[in-house]
């Protein structure tokens, strides 16, 4: 193990959901933190780790409270790409590596004070958006893995993909880390933005490397079971097995189109208004 890296005696997420046992996780973390101030509508980056770390410890203190077992890292949009993309200033001056360690060390800190693990998360890339080589998009994906090996995570989530390719590659990155990896679209029960249905997605999504597939984000709970289930069909029907997991919106989305709920016209400050 490296230096920085504890050691954990907790049962590993593969482990509890062998056992039956239903494990919850936290989330949410960009829209709870732009409501309360600390994360900029527009970019949704995570730079509060590093500027505003005693808010992501707060929230993450909450979800733990709530009941959550797994601490996700934040660093949702924390690659380095998009740390850079729309005149971002979060790359030169802070760094892609510093949010992304101080995300781990605060879901740690908090992890510990219950049984929760710690899961290092990854998602989409501007890079894959502007059509970059696969080469160039796994190497953003990597760094950081980089770090999330460094800190010893104790598991890795590819989450809130659009497009089921780019989440293909970044499974095949995470899985050189040798832990268990989890992997989620945001999609709805008409697939992923190039068409390929739900079941499809969770075959590939396996294949490439996940033990635990599912969606997140986009859209509401009841569209999210549509879709899972969706997901359970083809796996079936493949003859493959994966653990299933759900990270639904916490709005009612019936009138969202293929791409959720970040089309409606409502998205994002009127949503929140509805939702209070």
């Known amino acids: 193990l490296h230096p920085e890296s504890p050691i954990h005696l907790s049962k590993g997420i593969l482990e509890r959901l062998d056992a039956g046992e239903v494990v919850v996780g936290d989330g949410g973390f960009v829209f709870a933190l732009e409501k309360r101030g600390w994360v900029r509508a527009g970019p949704w980056t995570p ?7 005693e808010a ?7 979800f733990l409270r709530a009941g959550a ?3 996700q890292t934040f660093t949702f949009y924390a690659s380095e790409d ?6 971002n200033y979060v790359s030169q001056k802070i760094s892609s590596q510093k949010v992304n360690e101080a995300a781990c060390d605060l879901a740690r800190e908090i992890a510990q004070e219950g049984d929760a693990l710690v899961a290092g998360g990854v998602c989409q890339s501007p890079s894959y958006l502007s059509c970059k080589s696969e080469v160039e998009v796994k190497n953003i994906f990597r ?10 995570v104790d598991f890795l989530i590819a989450e809130y993909f659009e497009h089921v390719e780019e989440a ?12 268990p990896i989890a992997s989620s ?13 739900p079941g499809e997605c969770a075959v590939k999504l396996v294949k490439a490397g996940a033990s635990i597939v599912g969606v997140n984000c986009h859209f509401d709970p009841a569209t999210c079971l549509k879709t899972v289930k969706l997901m359970k069909e083809g796996l079936q029907a493949a ?28 998205f994002p400050f009127g949503m929140f208004h509805d939702n209070d």
């Open 185 to 197: 679209l945001c999609i709805g029960p008409q697939g992923d933005l190039n068409g390929v249905p």
């Open 143 to 152: 760094k950081q893995l980089d770090v999330f090996v460094k800190k010893n």
């Open 239 to 266: 003859g493959v097995k994966a653990h299933l997991m759900i990270q639904p919106l916490a709005f009612h989305t019936p009138d969202c189109s293929q791409q959720g709920f970040i089309d409606l016209p409502e």
């Open 82 to 87: 998009k740390l850079e993309n729309r005149g």
């Open 69 to 71: 077992n797994v601490m």
């Open 168 to 179: 293909e590659w970044a499974v095949h990155v995470l899985k050189e880390s040798g832990k």
């Open 56 to 62: 992501v410890r707060q929230l993450h203190r909450e």
């Open 47 to 53: 730079e509060a780790t590093v500027e505003h770390p």
